[in-house]
């Protein structure tokens, strides 16, 4: 069978040669006559599979030595609440950037640990921009700065990082970690759920510096305190031991392609295309600000939603998959991690051509 090309917004493409790779050796990993889905995860193998993981992607976003990386589970949903429970660290507010759907639910679920201030927000224009540094109201007592810099649904990139001087940090970089350079150093913690562009779902990254950790919240859970969990080398409990596994095949691949600066030039090459389009075509449109366009996720609107089924029922049978917009938004949305080939999205602008040719 053909592979198609999938546009999900998550689970997400991965790349084939990793998917070839992980196949071959699903029954018999390296030799040992067992998968390594099968083997104790403190296992001298899988021990070496896991730290050689956390080694790559320490490589792949230059890690400084004072931020542990964690993987964890539960998601990155589960990090909403996690941050609060290990980074109020006495203080009783922080502060948040509201910027669409993610965003709001970090500000509800921090909201059952402290006070949120929200010191910022697009939703005056519908959630397409992401606020300027000028319009950040930040209180200095702040317990941190949380902000979500690409907004999966809404397609919105923030263009900067918010300056939050003392505050530490936070960002929900679930949709973007890896698309593009990133200088660590400048936040507090970094979390992703794996399953838009790092591997399978059941996996959460967290890169956190190491001097916020072991103040967490009365009530905590011993598994979600980030401090336990670095001290055990995220093996506390047992971990997501195959979508580690699996993360670790991909950053590997994105090693072979060059490292996230490369598989940012084409990304950016990826986005460009659809976005030039897009504008150019007179049919399509997509309603977010300039200078914070998406270069992973796409959302785009036809001439008229009366098209919208026909047109993913064609995309589909031309094994263009998973177009349809987010259930909130409608339209159509194009998620082009780094897995999604510029091939593919050469195929997606060329269905769009035809279509709107036949539909105008
Ligand atoms: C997908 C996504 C989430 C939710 O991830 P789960 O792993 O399903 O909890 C949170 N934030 C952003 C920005 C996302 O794209």
């Known amino acids: 069978m053909a592979r198609v090309f999938n ?36 296992s001298p193998e899988y021990v070496s599979v896991a730290k050689k993981a956390e080694q790559d992607l320490r490589d792949l976003l230059v890690i400084p030595d004072n931020y542990k990386v964690l993987f964890m589970q539960g998601g990155a949903s589960a990090q909403f609440a996690m941050i609060p429970m290990n980074l109020l660290r ?66 919105v990139e923030f263009e900067y990082i918010p300056d939050t001087g003392d505050v530490p940090l936070v960002a929900d970089f679930s949709s973007s970690i890896l698309s593009a350079e990133l200088d660590v150093s400048k936040f507090a913690l970094i979390y992703a759920g794996a399953q838009k562009n790092i591997g399978p779902a059941g996996l959460c990254i967290v890169i956190v510096r190491e001097d916020l950790l072991g103040d967490v919240i009365k009530g905590t859970p011993t598994t979600m305190d980030y401090k336990v969990v670095a001290d055990n080398g995220s093996m506390y409990n047992t971990p997501a031991t195959y979508s580690w596994y699996l993360a670790g095949l991909v950053f590997e691949w994105l090693k072979e392609q060059g490292g996230v600066t490369a598989m940012n030039v084409i990304n950016l090459r990826k986005a460009k295309k659809l976005y030039d389009y897009i504008d150019a075509s007179g049919f399509y449109a997509n309603p977010v600000a300039r200078n914070n366009r998406s270069i992973m996720n796409i959302p785009f609107t036809l001439k008229s939603d009366a098209l919208d089924a026909g047109f993913i029922k064609e995309a589909d049978a031309r094994g263009l998959l998973n177009l349809k917009g987010h259930r909130s938004v409608g339209g159509m949305r194009a998620s082009i991690y780094n897995a999604v080939s510029e091939q593919a999205v050469d195929a997606l602008i060329a269905f769009m051509q035809d279509f709107a040719s036949r539909n105008a």
């Open 7 to 42: 546009f999900c917004a998550g689970p997400a493409a991965l790349p084939e040669t990793v998917l070839e790779k992980a196949a071959a050796e699903m029954l018999d990993w390296q030799g040992k006559g067992l998968s390594i889905m099968e083997m104790s995860h403190r």
């Open 90 to 155: 006495g203080k009783k507010s922080a502060d948040y950037i509201n910027t669409g759907q993610w965003s709001a639910k970090a500000i509800k679920e921090a909201k059952n640990y402290c006070d949120v201030n929200v010191v910022a927000s697009s939703e005056d224009k519908g959630f397409s921009y992401a606020p300027a540094q000028l319009g950040l109201k930040l209180n200095p007592d702040a317990a941190y700065v949380h902000y979500t810099p690409n907004e999966t649904i809404g397609g």
